[in-house]
């Protein structure tokens, strides 16, 4: 049976991984075909995938035009109903095809569970589920939270949505980076359909020192720049929006020490109101455990204070606390005290982060999600199950519609964090 997958591998400098890589496609229990696009390498990168001598290995070189001339330039040579894209340090599980190409169906796209892994592909610890509403329209627009790699495309569905008659651009060059969010966005305007996604781990990003250099304020202005053009809320809406990118922005600044673009980034926003503070946070602790996995130092409430002092002033111990995995445990401690049934509402990462604290404390909690692909160990319930006596805890950071019409005691997680943070020092782990 011919194969009705192909990968398209992008490869630059990569004589230390591709080899990898270019195995973990040859493993596949469903064979796929294999285009790996040399983007002007100066290494022997071709010469280590021509050393394979596999006929399903098409090799192209060119000059280096970056990541979105080399992806586009190798779906131009796929010939299958489907396509995925690797970069030359990436590696999937040997079941990748054979599972995503089940699950797939009549659908247009479907997405996987991912993981972080070290430069030698050692577990970080650090695995990242699925859920349906990460690509809905006013979730997508917010960021985008699909790694490129997790994903199976149809092909037709990308040539459609192309940029030129031919169905050749597909990623947009004229982008220096978030190319992959650009057409995420584009084929969402489009109606794309996604199937039900698969919650194994079917993907690892190799995440090394070189994989933070990127250049935050060059990604700060491409993503305000997609939202200012898919956007099409208007109004005191999309202001809101552009407010929390900037937050985003910022706390990823922090995280990685950039003082020069923390400092714009904070005379754009003007003083910081109490509902901005969970934002910047939850990306200031997600930065921070990046730049943790990469070169350890340990990641506390002093460091996370540290880190947002020179911008934010005496918010900065505030932030401190808020943005602490300490402080997600201390808030759990607290609300397992208060009586009654705990539900955690949303198991997202702000969701998983008070499970896992309430897990490790052995304290009894029940949940649910609006996902019907969510899933935890503990208990999950319905919305129609939840009692008059029950704490509801919502847990995102936006809860959206997540926190309309629940039943029992309602209370954002945000706004615990906030009376946390007040309540204690930052540095406290008691």
Not at 120 to 126: A, I, M, P, R, V
Not at 237 to 251: F, I
């Amino acid at each position: 049976m011919s194969p009705e997958i192909t990968i398209v591998v992008c490869a630059y400098n990569a004589r230390e991984t591709i080899g990898q890589t270019v195995r973990s496609l040859l493993a596949q229990t469903r064979p796929c075909e294999i285009v790996v696009v040399d983007d002007g390498s100066t290494d022997d990168t071709s010469a280590i995938v021509r050393g394979f001598d596999d006929p399903r290995i098409v090799l192209l070189r060119q000059s280096n035009q970056g990541l979105a001339c080399a992806r586009n330039a190798g779906l131009c040579e796929v010939r299958t109903p489907t396509v995925a894209f690797l970069d030359g340090d990436d590696v999937i599980e040997s079941r990748f095809c054979e599972v995503m190409g089940g699950a797939i169906g009549s659908c247009d796209g479907v997405r996987c569970g991912w993981r972080f892994a070290g430069a030698h592909l050692e577990g970080l610890g650090w695995e990242t589920p699925v859920h349906a509403q990460d690509v809905s329209p006013g979730r997508l627009i917010e960021a985008n939270q699909v790694v490129v790699g997790s994903v199976l495309y149809r092909t037709r569905a990308l040539r459609e949505a192309a940029l030129d008659a031919r169905g050749r651009v597909v990623f947009d060059p004229a982008l220096p980076v978030m190319e992959d969010w650009d057409l995420l966005l584009r084929l969402c305007r489009r109606g794309f359909r996604w199937a039900r996604p698969v919650d194994e781990v079917l993907f690892t990003y190799r995440l090394r020192p070189g994989s933070m250099s990127t250049d935050l304020r060059t990604m700060h202005e491409t993503g305000l720049a997609l939202i200012e053009r898919y956007d099409e809320t208007g109004g005191a809406e999309h202001e809101a929006r552009v407010r929390r990118w900037c937050l985003r922005s910022l706390g990823r600044a922090l995280a990685q020490g950039d003082q020069s673009l923390a400092s714009d980034l904070m005379r754009v926003l003007g003083a910081l109101a109490e509902a901005d503070l969970p934002v910047l946070a939850s990306a200031l602790r997600e930065g921070l455990a990046r730049v943790e996995m990469v070169a350890p130092s340990g990641v506390s409430p002093d460091r996370i204070a540290h880190a947002g002092r020179e911008v934010l002033g005496d918010r900065a111990s505030v932030l401190g606390t808020l943005a602490s995995e300490e402080s997600i445990a201390q808030v759990a401690d607290r609300l397992a005290e208060d009586g009654g049934r705990l539900v955690l509402a949303g198991m997202g990462r702000s969701g998983r982060r008070l499970a896992s604290a309430l897990d490790a404390r052995g304290r009894a909690y029940v949940w649910l999600d609006d996902a019907p692909e969510a899933a935890w160990s503990a208990p999950r319930v319905e919305r129609d199950e939840i009692r008059s006596g029950d704490l509801v805890v919502v847990t995102p950071d936006d809860p959206g519609a997540l926190a309309m019409g629940l039943g029992g005691r309602v209370v954002l997680l945000s706004d615990l964090r906030i009376q946390e943070a007040r309540r204690t020092p930052a540095g406290s782990s008691s």
